[in-house]
């Protein structure tokens, strides 16, 4: 198959966002789904969104580690980073959360405010590297704050692009996991 990202036309990367969004879960979205919106989070949010995150990567430590804050800690870090214009100050913010980190923190802006964040992380990078529309030797292969301004001009514009949804970009990028 042609690289759709390479592809002049829009149909090719459209029928690309269909095919690997249609093959993420929809229910795996249930938990996380009804935080949209909220000011900030408290401990039961952050559980949610690290076990909905974190599902196969010992979401049990990332939970207890963020538990180490006291709960008035965890909405304040929340409510400052959900209310902070500045998008890459918003997941700096959130990386004070223990367990966050950087795909942690862009998980927690996701459940937030799905149409305006997705989350950065290795599965999402491997099918930009794929579409070339990421280079892992310039941008690297991990979730980082340093790049996550360009991560989110990079999927901002595939959606546009696609006529398609962030989340739905974001479901793509995950399910492909690199596959072009």
């Known amino acids: 198959m042609a690289n759709p990202a390479n592809s002049s036309e829009n149909p090719a990367l459209q029928a690309w966002v269909d095919k690997w969004s249609a093959k993420y879960p929809p ?3 249930k938990n996380v789904q ?27 430590r990332k939970i207890d580690a963020m538990r180490t804050l006291s709960q008035n800690e965890v909405i304040s870090l929340t409510g400052r980073a959900f209310s902070c214009a500045d998008e890459l100050g918003a997941l700096l913010i959130l990386t004070l959360i223990p367990g966050a980190r950087t795909a942690g923190a862009s998980a927690i802006l996701m459940a937030h405010d799905p149409e305006r964040y997705t989350v950065m992380d290795i599965r999402a990078l491997r099918s930009l590297i794929s579409l070339g529309l990421w280079s892992k030797g310039a941008q690297g292969s991990q979730a980082s ?13 595939l959606a546009q692009r696609t006529n ?3 989340r739905t970009i974001d479901r793509a990028l995950w399910a492909a996991n690199g596959h072009a």
């Open 34 to 60: 009804p935080l949209a919106g909220r000011p900030s989070f408290g401990h039961k949010e952050v559980e949610a969104v690290y076990q909905w995150k974190f599902r196969r990567l010992w979401p049990q």
């Open 145 to 157: 704050g340093l790049r996550w301004l360009d991560y989110l001009h990079v999927c901002r514009d």
């Open 164 to 166: 398609r949804s962030l």
């Open 27 to 29: 229910t795996w979205d």
